[in-house]
T-cell receptor
Framework: GQQVMQIPQYQHVQEGEDFTTYCNSSTTLSNIQWYKQRPGGHPVFLIQLVKSGEVKKQKRLTFQFGEAKKNSSLHITATQTTDVGTYFC??????????FGKGTKLSVKP | DGGITQSPKYLFRKEGQNVTLSCEQNLNHDAMYWYRQDPGQGLRLIYYSQIVNDFQKGDIAEGYSVSREKKESFPLTVTSAQKNPTAFYLCARKRSAGGDTQYFGPGTRLTVL
């Protein structure tokens, strides 16, 4: 079935450093979504990418969708302690559900 | 609350007991989903429902049951047949069965003693 691989599993950064997480699929995707889950919380939708080569920005967050629509990345510039959490990519499954990557857990040292 | 609530937030049960987790949404959305999350893992689909009085098994339905008698409610029962029920359970809503964004409830953390 559909799978999406996400790396790295963990990332520890000093506050102010940049952070990037990557998602890869063996098949072409119609779209990809990104979610953030704070410690003890639930996943919260961040963005959806649909077009080949699409780049979207939300303040310090930059989301990219690959030209072949098989990979995506989330980049955070100058991390802050409020960025702490686990970032998931997700793709649509055949049952109308979402198929999640395993997530990248970001910790930020002040 | 994002239009979807789950209760209780924390739940403890003894081995061998069934327990029901509540999920309610007030946005008149058609589709609802139950996911399970284990530490260090992504979310895995348990059951989903795209319309009232209809639901389908997801990838890990064994040991679970659901009902969808009302559009706003989609309770999940964790039965004694579920071998490893301790986990974080998340319910989600979606406006339709199509490719819309899913919005999650706050989750229920179930611990089996």
């Amino acid at each position: 079935g559909q799978q999406v691989m996400q790396i790295p599993q963990y990332q520890h950064v000093q506050e102010g450093e940049d952070f990037t997480t990557y998602c890869n699929s063996s098949t072409t995707l119609s779209n990809i979504q990104w979610y953030k889950q704070r410690p003890g919380g639930h996943p919260v939708f961040l963005i959806q990418l649909v077009k080949s080569g699409e780049v979207k920005k939300q303040k310090r967050l930059t989301f990219q969708f690959g030209e072949a629509k098989k990979n995506s990345s989330l980049h955070i510039t100058a991390t802050q302690t409020t960025d702490v959490g686990t970032y998931f990519c997700a793709v649509g499954g055949s049952q109308g559900n979402l198929i999640f990557g395993k997530g990248t857990k970001l910790s930020v040292k002040p | 609350d994002g239009g979807i609530t789950q209760s209780p937030k924390y739940l403890f049960r003894k081995e061998g007991q069934n327990v029901t987790l509540s999920c309610e949404q007030n946005l008149n959305h058609d589709a609802m989903y139950w996911y399970r999350q284990d530490p260090g893992q992504g979310l895995r689909l348990i059951y989903y429902s795209q319309i009232v009085n209809d639901f389908q098994k997801g990838d890990i339905a064994e040991g679970y049951s659901v009902s969808r008698e009302k559009k706003e409610s989609f309770p999940l029962t964790v039965t004694s047949a579920q071998k490893n029920p301790t986990a974080f359970y998340l319910c989600a809503r979606k406006r339709s069965a199509g490719g819309d964004t899913q919005y999650f409830g706050p989750g229920t953390r179930l611990t089996v003693l």
